[in-house]
């Protein structure tokens, strides 16, 4: 009976080139997003960066990132969770196994991996939230097609009227994880003055693990003040939604929803990006609640837009050797998105090259892009004698309790 079960908990191998594409491309938007952080270029002063000779062009690249970076990439790296979420399902089903365990194991694993990523490598991790909001997926697995959608645009507009809440009465759950966060500031002498440069300054991991430890309060802060986990949330169901319809295993039966998808998403997503981008550049002069009505209509039109106009070159231009190099890095999402964090810290950070605190915006984005061409290089070798990523070889075994072989026969 058990020998039963251990093979009926084999994950199914097939593998959709269009899911590993998209997953890769978000890593890219993933690292423009987060590598002016790590450069420290986000953290420092108007007067610092007005200073900067590139203070003119690092202004143009920063409106770019708001108009076609923010938000877009993390909505299509959750919407591919929540379609991962409903193929483990189905897999272990079709294989007799109990998938809402071993879904739950898998996010267990994630969150221990989330949390040791947030407390030794970097503060700005997303790992965490998404196997927390992951757990409650499986309350939705029952819910109709319509009942799905119904929850993820409640999800997604909920934000709305939380702010609304808050600039009508004053009360914000985020002031506890606010206080926290300067106070563990103050523990270590982390003040405003010197928050730009303390990575830069460090010369020893334990500088760099103290501002970590800041650094987790702050990023509670960011999620709590930023509604993030609803967001998340009503992303994950879409997901789950697409998942469940598997629209991305009939691309030529939905040419028409596609292009629907894609010509509604720009038109409203693009030029609401552009408002957008510039109430985020002049300090949201119309309030936090229109700022985030402006996020609500852009970011998410826009990366919808972007998932569809994939999926239709894809579709036209199946056999484009590019989409399969693209594969690559998302086939070792998690491996890359930990290598990321790495490669920040070893560039920008004062046990490093210490180029933080001095690099352009610019520079900054030039260097995300060399490091991502260099995953997909590494990627595209590793994938080439072994069946998966490192991280994803050690997830995959502690979720299904048994052994794979790693390398390719």
């Given at each position: 009976?058990?020998?039963?079960k251990t093979?009926?908990?084999?994950?199914?191998?097939?593998?959709?080139?269009?899911?590993?594409m998209?997953?890769?491309?978000?890593l890219?938007?993933?690292?423009?997003?987060?590598?002016p952080e790590?450069?420290?270029?986000?953290?420092?002063?108007?007067?610092t960066?007005?200073?900067?000779p590139s203070?003119?062009?690092?202004?143009?690249m920063h409106?770019?990132?708001?108009i076609?970076v923010?938000?877009?990439?993390?909505?299509?790296f959750?919407?591919l969770f929540?379609i991962?979420?409903?193929?483990?399902?189905n897999?272990c089903?079709?294989?007799?196994?109990?998938?809402?365990v071993?879904?739950?194991?898998?996010?267990a694993?994630?969150?221990?991996?989330?949390?040791?990523?947030?407390?030794?490598?970097?503060?700005g991790?997303?790992?965490?939230?998404?196997?927390?909001?992951?757990?409650?997926?499986p309350?939705?697995w029952?819910?109709?097609?319509?009942?799905l959608?119904?929850?993820a645009?409640?999800?997604?507009?909920?934000?709305i009227?939380?702010?609304?809440?808050r600039?009508?009465?004053?009360f914000?759950?985020a002031?506890?994880?606010?206080?926290?966060?300067?106070?563990?500031?103050g523990?270590?002498?982390?003040?405003?003055?010197?928050?730009?440069?303390?990575l830069?300054?460090?010369?020893?991991y334990?500088?760099?693990?103290?501002?970590?430890?800041q650094?987790?309060?702050?990023?509670?802060?960011e999620?709590?003040?930023?509604?993030?986990?609803?967001?998340?949330l009503g992303l994950?169901l879409i997901?789950l939604?697409?998942?469940?319809?598997?629209?991305?295993?009939d691309?030529?039966?939905?040419?028409?929803l596609?292009k629907?998808i894609?010509?509604?998403?720009?038109?409203?997503?693009?030029?609401?990006?552009?408002?957008?981008?510039?109430?985020a550049?002049?300090?949201?002069?119309?309030?936090?609640?229109?700022?985030?009505?402006?996020?609500t209509?852009?970011?998410?039109?826009?990366?919808?837009?972007?998932?569809?106009g994939?999926?239709?070159?894809?579709?036209?231009?199946?056999?484009?050797?590019?989409w399969?190099l693209?594969?690559?890095p998302?086939?070792?999402?998690?491996?890359?998105?930990?290598?990321?964090?790495?490669?920040g810290?070893?560039?920008?950070y004062?046990i490093?090259?210490?180029?933080?605190?001095e690099?352009?915006?610019?520079?900054?984005?030039?260097?995300?892009?060399?490091v991502?061409?260099?995953?997909?290089?590494?990627?595209?070798?590793?994938l080439?004698h072994?069946q998966?990523?490192?991280?994803?070889?050690?997830?995959r075994m502690l979720?299904?309790k048994?052994y794979?072989?790693?390398?390719?026969?």
């Open positions: 009976m058990s020998k039963q093979i009926s908990a084999e994950p199914v191998k097939k593998r959709y080139v269009v899911l590993d998209l997953r890769g491309l978000a890219l938007g993933i690292i423009m997003a987060n590598f790590f450069s420290l270029w986000t953290f420092q002063t108007e007067v960066l007005s200073a900067m203070a003119h062009s690092d202004n143009i409106w770019f990132l708001y076609f923010d938000g877009k990439f993390y909505t299509l959750s919407l929540g991962g979420f409903s193929i483990i399902i897999n089903q079709k294989r007799g196994a109990n998938g809402i071993v879904f739950y194991r898998r996010m694993i994630l969150a221990i991996i989330g949390l040791a990523h947030l407390l030794l490598l970097w503060s991790d997303i790992l965490l939230l998404y196997a927390l909001m992951g757990m409650l997926l309350l939705f029952r819910c109709s097609d319509k009942g959608l119904r929850w645009a409640l999800f997604l507009i909920i934000p009227f939380i702010d609304l809440i600039q009508t009465s004053g914000s759950l002031e506890y994880p606010y206080r926290a966060w300067w106070d563990k500031c523990e270590y002498g982390i003040t405003e003055e010197n928050f730009g440069t303390w830069h300054d460090s010369d020893s334990s500088g760099i693990h103290q501002f970590l430890m650094g987790a309060w702050e990023r509670l802060w999620f709590v003040e930023g509604n993030r986990y609803f967001k998340v994950f997901g939604y697409v998942g469940r319809q598997r629209l991305y295993a691309l030529r039966n939905r040419i028409r596609l629907c894609l010509y509604i998403g720009v038109v409203i997503g693009f030029p609401l990006s552009i408002v957008y981008g510039w109430s550049m002049n300090g949201h002069p119309w309030g936090n609640v229109w700022h985030t009505v402006l996020y209509f852009s970011v998410y039109p826009l990366s919808f837009a972007y998932v569809a994939l999926a239709l070159m894809y579709n036209r231009f199946e056999n484009l050797h590019i399969k693209l594969s690559y998302g086939r070792m999402a998690l491996t890359n998105y930990l290598l990321q964090s790495v490669l810290i070893v560039l920008f004062g490093g090259f210490g180029m933080g605190s690099t352009s915006l610019v520079s900054t984005e030039c260097m995300a892009v060399g991502y061409c260099f995953e997909v290089l590494v990627s595209f070798v590793w080439r072994f998966f990523g490192p991280t994803e070889w050690v997830w979720t299904y048994r794979f072989k790693i390398q390719k026969s």
